[in-house]
């Protein structure tokens, strides 16, 4: 969000092709909006929005509020030892959402998909097209995971967020990152490398 | 929603109840009202209020779209035998959220909490002071479970429900209640019952 009010040299045209991406993820998806369809709607040439963002999964980043780089985080939690990739999940989800600009975000998200069917969809896409079939593919010990053990250890850290962030529950509040990480750890592991 | 739209004998009153309560628990919180507040604020006797919700905790359900008698679902699901307590957990949140009407209200609850400070305010106090103390005591095998420990299970459950009723992720919305049990109920059970 902060991003988007930060208006530098082509601040302009970087909001002019956030309006226009919200827009199109919002009418017609993650799947059927396209960078050249945005940059037509936006009135920039596509290498324009490709200067600006790293692609359509940036673009839509930058439109829901996830960090830039957010699949790269989870590409890099999941490398590594199998037998620690749950405690690296949980401290890669706190790193991105814990700061305080973080959590305003992941509030901010919750709220647009709870109110917008367009951005329940967009969200769906995104999360079905890159986060899961990176998670699914990019397997701890080389086996690849079951989708819906991904989602569910998502869920595990979805629900924290809800809690910690929307919900404000003083236990989950007010619990030190490694807390957290000492309980959870334990069944994200348990779904991805059991 | 279905009850508040149901205009029976007396289903005036029984509104005028709803909104005074809603507008109380949005400015003061759960703690902070009263059924009596409710009903001097509604212009009727407490007793009503008395008669047609079951206390504070039914009419705050009412108001949030948390079906009636969640408490006493939630104290079944505990009793009984602790080793497998968290499969009677999953089954629970499935038997009240699962139906049609259920998802609907999962979603205009978390729409509700997103957007306005007092609903989330309201949703707070009452998990804290109800669901978690209720399941904090009523502990499986008579210890008393660590706060956190049940809110971690609450996480597990609520980002389930984030992903198959308001992201409907599709690999969580097609997973038979069966399936969901089976990948989620150990984490519950290792966080309630270790």
Redesign the interface.
Known sequence: MAARGRRTGGGDTRAGIVEAARGLFAAQGFDGTSVRAVAREAGVDPALVHHYFDGKVGLFAEVIGVPAGIDDEIAAAVAGPPESVGERVVRTFLRVWDAPEGRARF?AM??A???HEGA?DA??DF??GTV?TRLAAGAAGGEAFS???V??A??????????RY???????VE?DPE??VA??A??IQ??LAP
């Open positions: 509030q919750v709220g998909v709870a109110a329940a969200l769906r999360v079905s899961l989708e819906l053990a989602a569910s998502g869920a595990q850290l979805v629900g924290m967020g809800m809690l929307v919900v404000r529950l003083p236990t989950m619990a807390e957290v309980l959870l334990p069944n348990r779904l």
